[in-house]
Every structure is written in C-alpha cells, then in structure tokens.
C-alpha cells in the first residue's frame, strides 16, 4: 500500500505499472531504466495518482525545464499559434466563455482576476479580452515574460502564490490544470482563500479519470502522464473543495476540442 497523494490514506490499490515511457508522454529525460511508476487509486478520497520514486522528478522542475521540454523552448511560437485556433477548436477559448457565462448568469462582478500557473499564457489573454484588470503568476521565467509582451496584464510575477503580496485580493482566481501539478493541493486553496475578494469565486480544473478507466485508457493517456501527481473523480474533487473549505456552486465534466478529459468546478468560501 502506498499513500494517497491527496488524502495521505493508506487504503490504495495498484491500477497499473509502467515500466517505459508511454509514446505521447513527453521526454523528460529519464532514463529508460529509472522508468518506472505505478498508477494507484485510494479508496477513501477517490482520486487517481501517480507513485514513483523521490527525485525522479526535481523540484525546480516548473521552473523553466517543464516548457521547456513541452515545446522545445519555443513558448513564445506556441502562443501565436493557439492563439489563433477558431472557438471549436481551442480549449481556452470555450474555457473562458464557460466561466464568463457562469458569471453573468449568478449575477457576480468580476473585475480582478488572477490566473495562478498561466504556462504560455494562452487563458490569460483570452481572460483579458472579457475581465477588466488580468495579473498572473507562474514559476517560469519565460512564460511571464511572454506574457508581459503579448497580454495586456495589470501586473505578472514570477514565482507562486506566496510572491504576491498579501495586499491583492482578487474577484476571480484560477486554476486551469494546475493542481494535479501541485504535491499538496489542499493547503494552495487553503491559502488561496486569503486573497479573495468579498463574493470572490476559485475556478478549478483538472484532468478526470473515470471514463478513461472505464475503457482501460490510463496507460496510453496524458490525464494520467508522470508529470501528474494526481487525476480527478466527482469524489476526489469533492474531498478537495471541502477539506480546503470551499462550497461548490457548480460541478462538470467534459471532452474538450483538444480531447483532453476534464473536470471543473466553480467555488466560494
């Protein structure tokens, strides 16, 4: 038995062993003979996570390398080029209609919005073109730099949560696959809390697990990928939201254009 990465249980099962690089997985450089990770499921929260051996992937990993590896370093050529998918084809672009509309229709106002872990930066220039004031952060260098120059953001930082100053507080905070990255998700939100404004709403969205492990997809597929410490059920997402002390309004899930399998919710403190 192994620990649950989300609830430290111990009353896991073994769903799968890897023993090699599946072929979509992107090269990290492990070597071929240090591959080797096992797909577990805790019984008691209901999620999905990943269990391989301590340093296989280093803690400066989203610091440059993860990029980096994604697109060969080429960030900036990524931006442009999703930039411009129509809306049945991009993923950010349905991303942000749902949470604009999710806004209108409870009547929210939504002018600060902070989206945590921005990667190419792709969401937050969509975000830009709906909400008035856009900030970011994201550990990398490069990709907030890639923000400043194409985003019209009100402020960026290089860093996490902790870089911004506890003087923010934001109408909407987001997380767009981002917390299955995390070790422990729970106290982020936790922490997250402090820097919502009065009525403030947290949109969270991970990749989900169970139609995958109905069709014995887990192996071949990137919701499962190393990369992953975790991969979401209705159940798991619930222990999450409430052991971070928040109350879902709205709970999903989809297909996105990009196949991705998701699972999203919309909550508040």
Known sequence: MENCNLCNSTD??????LLEKPALETDYRIPPSEYNRRIMFCNSCGVYFNCYKEGLISEDFYEGFYNDSIDSGKIEERFN???KLSFGQ????QRIRRIYDFVQTHGFNVERVLDVGTGTGVFVYEASRCFKFVYCVDPDKKSIEIVNKKVNVQQSWVGTLNDIPSTFTFDLITY?????HVKHPI???KQTGNYLAERGIV?????YAEDLIKEDKQKERAEFFIEHYTTFTYKAFKYLAKHSGYKIIEMNHIVDPSGKHSIYAFLTL
């Open 12 to 17: 896991t099962v073994e769903i799968s062993v």
């Open 81 to 83: 080029r999703v930039i």
């Open 90 to 93: 991009s993923d950010n672009k």
């Open 176 to 180: 767009n696959k981002v917390l299955e």
């Open 187 to 189: 106290e982020l939100l």
């Open 203 to 207: 949109y969270v969205e991970l990749p």
